[in-house]
């Protein structure tokens, strides 16, 4: 990574950090309402923890896009695969640790976020870098697939698939 992103870089990361963690708590300080709902964790389950990684990535990145669209050309690409990344990277190393030990822990359950954060981040800016998948075509399928992880996103928070990735391993309830 070049040196001079290296605090853009963490900054990012700082911020996506930071508004997850405030995420987690926002469905219930807005007394439970479906639109806060929709883009923040309203139980315990994988999914709903994979929302606290996916709306801040994706707000930073549209802003992103919108500041520096003409000097990078792949935003929206880098964008994709970040956030591709980051949800593979947080439920494979969830699953991987707890399918070990029995039990989760969460102190490695907020490792896990973080290191999915620092992954995609780590990603998205090797791509921006490398200036690959520039072209129209590529930057219209990476939107339509950022658009489709937010609506997967949206959708399945009310209509939740009944497998263990959506259950709430303490009421056992899936989505609101």
């Known amino acids: 990574m070049i040196k001079k992103n290296i605090w853009h870089f963490l900054l990012l990361c700082a911020s ?5 963690t405030l995420l987690h708590f926002t469905y219930e300080w807005f007394s439970k309402l479906p639109i806060v709902g ?7 389950s994988t999914f709903e923890h994979l929302k606290l990684f996916i709306t801040p990535i994706v707000l930073f990145g549209v802003i ?11 935003i929206f690409p880098a964008l994709f695969f970040a956030i591709l990344i980051g949800m593979l990277t947080i439920t494979a190393f969830f699953y991987t640790y707890t ?12 490792f896990s976020f973080i290191l999915g954060v620092f992954v995609s981040y780590f990603v998205l800016f090797r791509i921006i870098e490398s200036e690959r998948f520039t072209s ?10 950022v658009f489709a992880i937010v609506a997967a996103m949206v ?4 209509y939740p698939p009944q497998i263990a990735l959506f259950k709430d391993p303490l009421t056992g309830a899936f989505g609101i």
């Open 38 to 44: 929709a883009f923040s964790a309203v139980n315990e």
């Open 64 to 74: 992103g896009w919108l500041r520096h669209r003409h000097s990078f050309e792949n």
């Open 16 to 20: 996506t950090i930071l508004l997850g």
């Open 136 to 145: 129209s075509g590529a930057n219209v399928f990476a939107a339509i697939g």
């Open 99 to 110: 399918g070990i030990i029995g039990t989760n822990f969460m102190v490695l359950d907020i």
């Open 155 to 158: 959708f399945f928070t009310f």
